[in-house]
């Protein structure tokens, strides 16, 4: 995640209580330090979209040359 955007956190948990984590992040950032947070329940899925679009990315790179 830190190449793809590196103001994000990923929580990859099908039990995780979202307001509990915001709560005690927001007792270490200021509001408009707070990180961007995505929930996913199966990271499986979100690694094989992100390894399409950098394959995407590359391809159309190499053919813009």
Same mark, same amino acid.
């Not at 990859?12 to 929930?39: A, Q, R, T, W």
């Given at each position: *995640?830190? =190449?793809?955007?590196?103001?994000? $956190?990923? $929580?990859?948990? !099908?039990? *995780? +209580?979202?307001? /509990?984590?915001?709560?005690? @992040? @927001?007792?270490?950032?200021? =509001?408009? !330090? =707070?990180?961007? @947070? *995505? /929930? $996913?329940?199966? /990271?499986? +899925?979100?690694? =094989? #979209? ?8 590359? #391809?159309? !790179?190499? *053919?813009?040359?």
């Amino acid at each position: *995640i830190g =190449m793809l955007n590196p103001e994000a $956190i990923v $929580i990859c948990s !099908d039990g *995780i +209580d979202s307001h /509990y984590v915001e709560e005690e @992040l @927001l007792k270490i950032f200021k =509001m408009s !330090d =707070m990180p961007h @947070l *995505i /929930y $996913i329940d199966n /990271y499986i +899925d979100e690694v =094989m #979209l992100g390894m399409e679009s950098i394959s995407k990315d590359s #391809l159309f !790179d190499k *053919i813009s040359r």
